[in-house]
T-cell receptor
Framework: NAGVTQTPKFQVLKTGQSMTLQCAQD?????MYWYRQDPGMGLRLIYY???????DKGEVPNGYNVSRLNKREFSLRLESAAPSQTSVYFC????????????????FGPGTRLTVT | DAKTTQPPSMDCAEGRAANLPCNHS???????VYWYRQIHSQGPQYIIH???NNETNEMASLIITEDRKSSTLILPHATLRDTAVYYC?????????????FGAGTILRVKS
């Protein structure tokens, strides 16, 4: 049981290049999330998928696209990378996006460290 | 979601209790208080959550004041491995779903 896995761990891009960050979970969770974390700051939500077949914008969606490929996988795409997208990207999953106060914690992956030059 | 205020940093001696405060004076009646922590370079980890009552699990205790305007996370016997950034988050799961809004958190340094 690996939990949440992310690939790659590190990536360097030139301005204007594109890439896709991959995320997979093996906990049979319905909901998945993409966050970014800039130095010295808390995480900010980019996009989320409450259930397979749905995606919604979070706090900072500009410059990103997502695909919920199936229940296990949720990818984040940068179409034209910019230096402002240099950050650490975390994927997370939870049992359900909507609950009535249960534990429903989010499980986070190890992160992808992206540098755009 | 209600905003939270946490001290930027705290120190704690190894083996002693670490008490991390959080102010959420604008919290509404149906908002839960969640605590996560982030050990250096890793993804955040859930610790505990609560609504009105005090809560305890294998990792920590959560004390919520009667007026719910503040809470304290207690690590009863801090170890060096508890050095991390601790985030206090309040949210309404039914209205906003499971979106977490992270502030800057409190850097807890446990010293031997």
């Amino acid at each position: 049981n690996a939990g949440v896995t992310q690939t790659p761990k590190f990536q360097v891009l030139k301005t204007g290049q594109s890439m896709t960050l991959q995320c997979a979970q093996d906990m049979n969770h319905n909901s998945m999330y993409w966050y970014r974390q800039d130095p010295g700051m808390g995480l900010r939500l980019i996009y989320y998928s409450a259930s397979e077949g749905t995606t919604d914008k979070g706090e900072v969606p500009n410059g990103y696209n997502v695909s919920r490929l199936n229940k296990r996988e949720f990818s984040l795409r940068l179409e034209s990378a910019a230096p402002s997208q240099t950050s650490v990207y975390f994927c997370a999953s939870s049992e359900s996006h909507y609950n009535l106060g249960g534990r429903n914690e989010q499980y986070f992956g190890p992160g992808t460290r992206l540098t755009v030059t | 979601d209600a905003k939270t205020t946490q001290p930027p940093s705290m120190d704690c001696a190894e083996g002693r209790a670490a008490n991390l405060p959080c102010n959420h004076s604008t919290i509404s009646g149906n908002e839960y208080v969640y605590w996560y922590r982030q050990i250096h370079s890793q993804g955040p980890q859930y610790i505990i959550h609560g609504l009105k009552n005090n809560e305890t699990n294998e990792m920590a205790s959560l004390i919520i004041t009667e007026d719910r305007k503040s809470s304290t996370l207690i690590l009863p016997h801090a170890t060096l491995r508890d050095t991390a950034v601790y985030y206090c988050i309040v949210r309404v799961p039914k209205q906003y779903g499971n979106k977490l809004v992270f502030g800057a958190g409190t850097i807890l340094r446990v010293k031997s």
